[in-house]
C-alpha cells in the first residue's frame, strides 16, 4: 500500500495533516493566508468586470443625451463600448433583447442602428 496517498496535506503550505479527515489546513493561519488570497483574485476580478461595465453605462448615458433616438454602431464603437459585457438581458414587447449595463440598456434596430434604453 501506498502510505503516501494516506496522508494528506495543508492545502497552504503542505504540511502534513493529522487532524480530523475534513482538515485542510495545518492552521488557522495558514486558512486565513490560502483564503485572503483566494478572495483577493475573485475581488480583483470582479474590478476588472465592474470598471468595463461602469464605463459602458457611462458611454449609454452621455449616449441618450443625444437627440437621434436610433445611434449608428459606430458611435458605440469610436467610444471604446464593449458589447460583449452587459449585467443582465430582458425581453421587450416586440420581442427583442434588450442588454442592459446596470439601469441602462440598449437593443439593435438591425445591423447598424442600436436604441438607448433607460430603466426608470
Ligand atoms: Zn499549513
Known amino acids: 500500500m501506498n502510505f503516501l ?3 494528506r496535506f ?3 503550505c503542505g504540511h502534513v495533516l493529522n487532524g ?3 482538515q485542510k489546513y495545518c492552521s488557522d493561519q495558514c486558512r486565513n493566508t490560502y483564503n485572503n488570497r483566494h478572495y ?3 475581488l480583483y476580478k470582479n ?3 465592474n470598471r468595463i461595465l461602469h464605463a459602458n ?3 449609454l448615458i452621455e449616449l441618450a443625451q443625444s437627440k437621434r433616438k436610433k445611434l449608428p454602431l459606430r458611435t458605440f464603437q469610436e467610444k471604446g463600448f464593449q458589447f460583449e459585457f452587459h449585467t443582465h438581458t430582458r425581453i421587450s414587447k416586440a420581442g427583442q433583447t434588450i442588454f442592459y449595463c446596470y439601469d441602462y440598456g440598449y437593443l439593435r434596430i438591425n445591423e447598424d442602428y442600436y436604441l438607448i434604453i433607460h430603466e426608470e
Open 47 to 49: 474590478r476588472k468586470i
Open 40 to 42: 483577493s483574485d475573485l
Open 20 to 22: 480530523r479527515r475534513d
Open 5 to 7: 496517498a494516506l496522508k
Open 10 to 12: 495543508c492545502q497552504e
Open 57 to 59: 453605462k457611462l458611454i
